[in-house]
């Protein structure tokens, strides 16, 4: 079935360092590829995503590239905040699955001043 | 702009009791989702509804779960007899199913955290 692994946390660095959570899927259709944060104690909020081949999610400085060729969405910002430090989950929608979310374990970032 | 509410944002009960989570989804989707989250793992998808029926559920959603949209607005996941390991954070989620982009992009809410002791 499909399936998403991303790599292990917790990822620490400091403020202003440039950041890649690394993010790999494996499905048998065309999946859309989701990148979703969840701060402290919240929610999860969709942060970017990319629908097809090729495309390029951004949002908030970040940026994650839908690699059909090595089945990869890895996540970047070239300038982290103290305020990025959250979980980040890589997920997955098989649109012949209506929709239902395939989420990674999660990455936790640590940003310190 | 408009999103996902999910009430109560905490719930602790007794094991063996029943209980009931609701949400209010965007007010113009169609689909309708449950998903959990068991403290420092992975969220996980359990059931997804579409025009008043059951699209697709996980091996977790078993006889225990049910849901249902009772009126127009709500959507509930009720659990009959709960169990220590259903501690859990619970969302909920909607999409549009319609319209451009992906109909399928999902709009979670904050999430009602399940305490059973």
């Known amino acids: 079935g499909d399936s998403v692994t991303q790599m292990e946390g917790p990822v620490t660095l400091s403020e202003e360092a440039f950041l890649t959570i690394n993010c790999t899927y494996t499905a048998t259709g065309y999946p859309s590829l989701f990148w979703y944060v969840q701060y402290p104690g919240e929610g999860l909020q969709l942060l970017l995503k990319a629908t097809k081949a090729d495309d390029k999610g951004s949002n908030k400085g970040f940026e994650a590239t839908y690699r059909k060729e090595t089945t990869s969405f890895h996540l970047e910002k070239g300038s982290v905040q103290v305020s990025d430090s959250a979980v980040y989950f890589c997920a997955l929608s098989d649109r012949s699955s209506w929709g239902k979310l395939q989420f990674g374990a999660g990455t936790q970032v640590v940003v310190t001043p | 702009e408009p999103e996902v509410t999910q009430t109560p944002s905490h719930q602790v009960t007794q094991m063996g009791q029943e209980v009931i989570l609701r949400c209010v989804p965007i007010s113009n989707h169609l689909y309708f989702y449950w998903y959990r989250q068991i403290l420092g793992q992975k969220v996980e998808f359990l059931v997804s509804?579409?025009?008043?029926?059951?699209?697709?559920k996980s091996e977790i959603f078993d006889d225990q779960f049910s849901v249902e949209r009772p009126d127009g607005s709500n959507f509930t996941l009720k659990i009959r007899s709960t169990k220590l390991e259903d501690s859990a954070m619970y969302f909920c989620a909607s999409s549009s199913g319609s319209g451009t982009g992906n109909p399928y992009e999902q709009y979670f809410g904050p999430g009602t955290r399940l305490t059973v002791t």
């Open positions: 509804f579409y025009n008043n029926e059951i699209s697709e």
